[in-house]
């Protein structure tokens, strides 16, 4: 058992007195040894303020100048403290004031000084609620006296780790590259103690990136043997009395589409598709999803380690996976063999629109098992094999009929794609991208995310119609500072592009930009910037929109296996199922359909029982902020092996020389985006030994005093690879030839 202060308090709330006994099963303590490890963490936790006992339960105290935060370092030692809330201040912290906190620590902060509009407030740590970095990357040194130590790659670690040898000598790690296991935090003057658990290399080059990223993002690399043993015993038979509860759709044809990727562990097949022509000739369309949360009982090992990992990541061909291969065998919907399922119908008309829409828990044996590059080929030659002439046409009719029809309705309402070259999501929705891409080659890919997001959107609307607690995939507007440079870059290309708005920016705005993009010889890097400026999806307990998909309320719903949210909603669903009220009263003689939009508007009482929607509010409530977190450790970690393969190429390459846009200009220098590889690098100030440039901010520009040269946004330019720093994946260049002719308004201040 691990648990963090984050995770105890978490499970209490100032409202409510939580049993020491619940806290207990909540976290999973099985022995004397785990059960006193959580007693002393309660004793401190009264000690300090932070939790009150009475009458021998425990609730949360709440104080109004401390906050929680996640800790953000500069290599300098100052902080400053990062709350949850988008609009709340940063709040400064001293290093003399970090209390032995590292950096991207979750913290409970005491302020100290209130802030001014010149400043940000001030304050001390007053508890470490987690740490962030139970493992780090270093290299290993040898100090005078002969000992190890490990220090870390990552500047912002403002220390150094004495290594443990435990009987083996660390002579030939000296100088390499290794990952440390953090065995002991400082303690007062003691400092943190480590063990190496791994030699990665003599140097980040020499060491594999999947190693790289791992260990720097700390993912798991196993699964605890507990979990296994546990995962082994779950068996894909269905009994009796589950068939007795769901609806059989084994004679329905259904197929899988998935990614044609090798990965290790490419065995989860989650959702399946179906289609049929009702009597009223409108299309009925099934989305089955594979129902995972059969196989995952809440509050057991299997299930607390799925809820720690929070999401799959995705590292090229390694897969750092959700849940042990025995549930995807359970689960995963595959042909010619039953399958529990979450299916999902939605009845379209002949224009695409949304009639209705029903659920039901079902058995489903799948057809055929096919890859998007499949579907392609068959439905580009028009002709397939004898056995799949039936799909042919149920495919032809999804890709040519019912998905463009759903797809240009989302984009009358404002909605936009981004068109990559690369595939990088393993999500069958819009996944860590944050919007829908189109891929030029592989066309099908964008149109069935159109169907899964469609789904999405539907969930999320029904959960809310039936006032049960429920997660939302939301995200913000870009921010007009992330966003200022991409509009002056357009405009510095000439094209025609005006907000709808000066007040805020709306998804119809991408849409119109994405419009101009295509009139422009850089097409490709206007899209990868663009893609650049969104905010990566939040969740949250309250239904809000979402920018990139331009849906007024979203939730993800589609990849149980791979996602906790995912995983809880199907949970959210089955409650309804197995517990929902469809009437105010058993004095009512009809109730509704929960499991229809036919419902919606006629829902006046609580669906879930009182104690079964509490409960799950409670639990919903300190889910979010941990989900969050890992969603953004993964996509941080698969955005670092993105970076470490292209500094590992832009390396190869040092010395050539390349065509590029400049899509950022500083004071210290402009950044250059390589339009082949989309790789971008710094062309330092300094090395621009021609002339003399100063910075005008009022133009985004460098301009040289004597021979009139500016560079500026969106300006071609040729540029030599100079040097590339692989770990850190810092490109930089110099200029061969390129910038414009500096007119009279570049020289105003």
């Not at 709440?62 to 990062?82: H, N, Q, T, Y």
């Given at each position: 058992?691990?648990?963090?202060?984050?995770?105890?308090?978490?499970?209490?709330?100032?409202?409510?007195?939580?049993?020491?006994?619940?806290?207990?099963?909540?976290?999973?303590?099985?022995?004397?040894?785990?059960?006193?490890?959580?007693?002393?963490?309660?004793?401190?936790?009264?000690?300090?303020?932070?939790?009150?006992?009475?009458?021998?339960?425990?609730?949360?105290?709440?104080?109004?100048?401390?906050?929680?935060?996640?800790?953000?370092?500069?290599?300098?030692?100052?902080?400053?403290?990062?709350?949850d809330e988008e609009d709340a201040d940063d709040i400064y912290i001293r290093e003399s004031h970090l209390s032995n906190a590292w950096n991207s620590d979750r913290v409970l902060v005491k302020i100290i000084k209130e802030g001014t509009r010149r400043r940000s407030p001030e304050g001390e740590v007053k508890l470490i609620l987690e740490r962030a970095n139970p493992s780090v990357l270093a290299r290993v040194v040898e100090d005078e006296s002969g000992?190890?130590?490990?220090?870390?790659?990552?500047?912002?670690?403002?220390?150094?780790?004495?290594?443990?040898?435990?009987?083996?000598?660390?002579?030939?790690?000296?100088?390499?590259?290794?990952?440390?296991?953090?065995?002991?935090?400082?303690?007062?003057?003691?400092?943190?103690?480590?063990?190496?658990?791994?030699?990665?290399?003599?140097?980040?080059?020499?060491?594999?990136?999947?190693?790289?990223?791992?260990?720097?993002?700390?993912?798991?690399?196993?699964?605890?043997?507990?979990?296994?043993?546990?995962?082994?015993?779950?068996?894909?038979?269905?009994?009796?009395?589950?068939?007795?509860?769901?609806?059989?759709?084994?004679?329905?044809?259904?197929?899988?589409?998935?990614?044609?990727?090798?990965?290790?562990?490419?065995?989860?097949?989650?959702?399946?598709?179906?289609?049929?022509?009702?009597?009223?000739?409108?299309?009925?369309?099934?989305?089955?999803?594979?129902?995972?949360?059969?196989?995952?009982?809440?509050?057991?090992?299997?299930?607390?380690?799925?809820?720690?990992?929070?999401?799959?990541?995705?590292?090229?061909?390694?897969?750092?996976?959700?849940?042990?291969p025995s549930i995807y065998e359970c689960c995963s919907l595959i042909p010619n063999k039953e399958r529990l399922a979450i299916s999902i119908f939605l009845t379209l008309d002949d224009k695409g629109q949304l009639l209705g829409y029903e659920f039901k828990q079902s058995i489903i044996k799948v057809d055929h098992q096919l890859t998007y590059k499949e579907v392609q080929m068959m439905i580009g030659a028009g002709s397939t094999k004898p056995e799949?002439?039936?799909?042919?046409?149920?495919?032809?009719?999804?890709?040519?009929?019912?998905?463009?029809?759903?797809?240009?309705?989302?984009?009358?309402?404002?909605?936009?794609?981004?068109?990559?070259?690369?595939?990088?999501?393993?999500?069958?929705?819009?996944?860590?991208?944050?919007?829908?891409?189109?891929?030029?080659?592989?066309?099908?890919?964008?149109?069935?995310?159109?169907?899964?997001?469609?789904?999405?959107?539907?969930?999320?609307?029904?959960?809310?119609?039936?006032?049960?607690?429920?997660?939302?995939?939301?995200?913000?507007?870009?921010?007009?500072?992330?966003?200022?440079?991409?509009?002056?870059?357009?405009?510095?290309?000439?094209?025609?592009?005006?907000?709808?708005?000066?007040?805020?920016?709306?998804?119809?705005?991408?849409?119109?930009?994405?419009?101009?993009?295509?009139?422009?010889?850089?097409?490709?890097?206007?899209?990868?910037?663009?893609?650049?400026?969104?905010?990566?999806?939040?969740?949250?307990?309250?239904?809000?929109?979402?920018?990139?998909?331009?849906?007024?309320?979203?939730?993800?719903?589609?990849?149980?296996?791979?996602?906790?949210?995912?995983?809880?909603?199907?949970?959210?669903?089955?409650?309804?199922?197995?517990?929902?009220?469809?009437?105010?009263?058993?004095?009512?003689?009809?109730?509704?359909?929960?499991?229809?939009?036919?419902?919606?508007?006629?829902?006046?009482?609580?669906?879930?029982?009182?104690?079964?929607?509490?409960?799950?509010?409670?639990?919903?409530?300190?889910?979010?902020?941990?989900?969050?977190?890992?969603?953004?450790?993964?996509?941080?970690?698969?955005?670092?092996?993105?970076?470490?393969?292209?500094?590992?190429?832009?390396?190869?390459?040092?010395?050539?020389?390349?065509?590029?846009?400049?899509?950022?200009?500083?004071?210290?220098?402009?950044?250059?985006?390589?339009?082949?590889?989309?790789?971008?690098?710094?062309?330092?100030?300094?090395?621009?030994?021609?002339?003399?440039?100063?910075?005008r901010p009022k133009h985004t520009c460098l301009v040289g005093r004597k021979n009139r040269t500016a560079y500026r946004l969106g300006d071609k330019v040729e540029v030599e690879v100079k040097s590339v720093d692989y770990y850190r994946q810092q490109i930089d260049l110099v200029t061969v030839r390129g910038g414009s002719a500096a007119v009279d308004e570049d020289f105003e201040d």
């Amino acid at each position: 058992m691990d648990f963090s202060i984050a995770t105890i308090l978490s499970l209490l709330s100032p409202d409510k007195l939580v049993a020491g006994k619940v806290i207990e099963k909540k976290l999973g303590c099985e022995d004397e040894h785990e059960i006193e490890k959580l007693q002393i963490a309660l004793d401190i936790l009264e000690k300090i303020g932070v939790v009150t006992k009475e009458f021998g339960k425990y609730r949360r105290v709440i104080e109004e100048d401390v906050v929680e935060a996640k800790l953000r370092c500069s290599s300098k030692g100052f902080c400053f403290a990062i709350q949850d809330e988008e609009d709340a201040d940063d709040i400064y912290i001293r290093e003399s004031h970090l209390s032995n906190a590292w950096n991207s620590d979750r913290v409970l902060v005491k302020i100290i000084k209130e802030g001014t509009r010149r400043r940000s407030p001030e304050g001390e740590v007053k508890l470490i609620l987690e740490r962030a970095n139970p493992s780090v990357l270093a290299r290993v040194v040898e100090d005078e006296s002969g000992d190890y130590l490990a220090v870390p790659l990552d500047d912002r670690l403002l220390f150094e780790l004495q290594l443990k040898q435990n009987g083996q000598t660390l002579d030939d790690a000296i100088n390499h590259l290794v990952h440390v296991n953090v065995l002991r935090y400082p303690i007062g003057q003691n400092p943190p103690m480590g063990k190496v658990v791994r030699v990665l290399g003599s140097d980040a080059e020499a060491a594999a990136d999947t190693d790289i990223v791992s260990s720097k993002h700390d993912l798991p690399q196993e699964f605890p043997e507990r979990v296994l043993n546990q995962a082994n015993q779950i068996s894909p038979e269905i009994s009796p009395e589950e068939r007795e509860k769901r609806v059989d759709l084994t004679d329905l044809l259904t197929v899988t589409i998935e990614q044609d990727i090798v990965q290790e562990n490419n065995l989860l097949k989650e959702t399946a598709l179906s289609l049929e022509k009702t009597e009223a000739e409108n299309w009925l369309l099934g989305v089955h999803i594979a129902d995972v949360a059969h196989f995952v009982p809440e509050e057991t090992h299997l299930d607390r380690e799925a809820r720690k990992r929070g999401t799959t990541v995705h590292l090229g061909d390694k897969i750092i996976d959700l849940l042990p291969p025995s549930i995807y065998e359970c689960c995963s919907l595959i042909p010619n063999k039953e399958r529990l399922a979450i299916s999902i119908f939605l009845t379209l008309d002949d224009k695409g629109q949304l009639l209705g829409y029903e659920f039901k828990q079902s058995i489903i044996k799948v057809d055929h098992q096919l890859t998007y590059k499949e579907v392609q080929m068959m439905i580009g030659a028009g002709s397939t094999k004898p056995e799949l002439e039936s799909t042919l046409e149920m495919l032809n009719n999804l890709v040519f009929s019912i998905t463009p029809l759903i797809k240009a309705r989302r984009l009358q309402l404002g909605g936009f794609e981004i068109n990559l070259d690369d595939i990088t999501s393993y999500f069958k929705d819009e996944g860590r991208i944050g919007a829908i891409a189109s891929y030029s080659t592989l066309p099908v890919l964008s149109l069935m995310t159109e169907l899964m997001t469609l789904v999405g959107k539907v969930v999320a609307e029904h959960l809310n119609e039936l006032q049960v607690p429920a997660i939302y995939c939301t995200q913000g507007k870009p921010d007009w500072d992330e966003l200022e440079d991409l509009l002056k870059l357009v405009a510095n290309l000439k094209l025609d592009f005006k907000l709808q708005s000066e007040d805020e920016i709306q998804p119809l705005d991408y849409y119109h930009l994405i419009q101009e993009f295509s009139k422009s010889d850089d097409e490709k890097v206007l899209h990868y910037l663009l893609l650049n400026s969104l905010k990566p999806n939040k969740y949250t307990q309250h239904p809000a929109p979402h920018f990139g998909l331009a849906y007024p309320i979203y939730t993800h719903c589609t990849s149980p296996g791979q996602r906790y949210v995912d995983l809880q909603i199907q949970r959210i669903i089955k409650a309804v199922f197995e517990q929902g009220r469809d009437r105010r009263s058993s004095r009512v003689t009809k109730g509704v359909d929960l499991f229809s939009n036919s419902c919606h508007g006629q829902i006046n009482w609580n669906v879930l029982p009182p104690a079964v929607q509490s409960n799950l509010e409670a639990d919903l409530h300190s889910l979010i902020t941990h989900l969050n977190e890992r969603e953004k450790i993964a996509q941080d970690a698969e955005t670092d092996l993105a970076g470490l393969k292209k500094a590992e190429k832009m390396k190869d390459c040092t010395g050539q020389i390349f065509n590029g846009l400049i899509t950022g200009v500083q004071s210290y220098g402009f950044f250059v985006q390589i339009e082949d590889t989309l790789v971008e690098g710094l062309v330092h100030v300094s090395s621009l030994k021609d002339d003399w440039y100063e910075y005008r901010p009022k133009h985004t520009c460098l301009v040289g005093r004597k021979n009139r040269t500016a560079y500026r946004l969106g300006d071609k330019v040729e540029v030599e690879v100079k040097s590339v720093d692989y770990y850190r994946q810092q490109i930089d260049l110099v200029t061969v030839r390129g910038g414009s002719a500096a007119v009279d308004e570049d020289f105003e201040d």
